[in-house]
Structure formats: C-alpha cells, structure tokens
C-alpha cells in the first residue's frame, strides 16, 4: 500500500529544492540537516522527518550529498521532464505571466493561452499565440496540456476550472480569489496575495 505523504511535506520539497540549488552553485558536497535547517528556518528532526517518507539520503556524520539530494528530489517532484501549460485569461496578470522568462529552466513550457476578448485573439506573447476561449477543449487535449494557470476575474473563474477539468486537465492553478471546487482527481492550487497579506498582518499587530 501507497504510503500517505502530507500535503504540507510536499509543499516544503520545493524550498529544499532550491536550497540544494544554491549549495551547489557554491560548490557545497554535503550538507547536514542541521546546515539545511539553518537555511530553511526549520528544526533538523523536521527535514530528517520529511525526507524519511522518500527514502534514506543522509549518511551519519557526513550529512546528505547535495548534489544526489537535488537529484532525487527533482525525480520526487517530477521535475526531471518538461511539463506543458496552459494559461486561460490574458489580462495585465495574465499577460505578466506569459512573459515570465523563468517557467522553461524549471521544466514548465507555456504551450497555449485563451481569451474571450476579440482584440487579443491572434496576438503572439511569448511566443505564445493567444487563441478562442471557445477552442480551449479542443486545443488543450492536442497540445497535451499537463498543467493550467487560471488568471481570470472571479466571476468567471468557477465556470473555466469546471470546462478545464472536464477537459481532462488534472493540474490548475488559480489567481482567482473564490473558494473553487474541483472533482475528485483534480489537483487545485490558489495564490491569492490578499490572503498572504491578512496573514503578515496577524504578526504585524502583535509588534
């Protein structure tokens, strides 16, 4: 039976990735968990603890190899292939976010966009040609869409991520500030910098 990984374990793996990333371009061999821990802001039982639930990496005394840690961890997180997006809503966010150039050194290609607005339909950004939101069925299952980003108003939003799961699309990330829903099998992923903000300001009163 499938060992349970807690999502908040797997929402961790990134940071250590990218701390791995930084020791290796400093030319660090090994590293302890206490030395992760340091980077991270985090306790030594914690990434001892989080790491068990893939395997066995660290050697007693030595620490963990950096450079076969970033391995493995990218193989964890499936970031070993290149994984093709598509990105519904070409507003001012949207439009930001197809001229993000740091998706592809990541393993993420922006392969579509879709619009309503006819003024925008047949623009190119990024390389990316802006097609019909009303093809968006059609176009994702051809392009082999693995991944969705959601950056419409949020009135609209609900309506996008239901035409997108029904598209067969297992991965969406949401923009949209709405508490969304999604079937079963559907991964759904909201940023919403507001939310973000009401949290630091929790800390901020107690100053």
Do not use: H
Request: positive net charge; charged residues 25%.
């Amino acid at each position: 039976m499938r060992r349970q990984i807690p999502d908040v374990v797997v929402s961790r793996l990134p940071m250590y990735l990218r701390v791995l990333a930084l020791l290796k371009a400093e030319g660090i061999d090994f590293i302890s968990s206490r030395g992760l821990g340091s980077r991270l802001k985090m306790t030594p039982a914690q990434i001892r603890k989080d790491l068990c639930y893939f395997g066995k990496f660290g050697r007693q005394g030595r620490g963990y190899n950096v450079g076969r840690l970033f391995s493995e961890l990218k193989q964890i997180l499936g970031l070993d292939k290149q994984w093709s997006m598509a990105l519904v809503g070409v507003g001012r966010l949207g439009r930001a976010i197809m001229d993000y150039k740091g998706f592809i050194p990541e393993g993420f290609k922006l392969v579509a966009a879709f619009e309503k607005d006819r003024n925008l339909i047949g623009k190119k950004i990024g390389g990316v040609v802006i097609e019909d939101f009303a093809v968006l069925g059609k176009s994702v299952k051809e392009k082999n869409v693995d991944i969705a980003i959601v950056a419409v108003p949020s009135s609209e939003a609900q309506n996008v991520i239901d035409m997108l799961a029904q598209s067969g699309i297992k991965a969406i990330l949401n923009y949209a500030p709405i508490c969304a829903r999604v079937p079963r099998g559907v991964r759904l992923q909201g940023i919403d910098p507001v939310v973000a903000l009401q949290s630091m300001t929790f800390y901020l009163t107690r100053v």
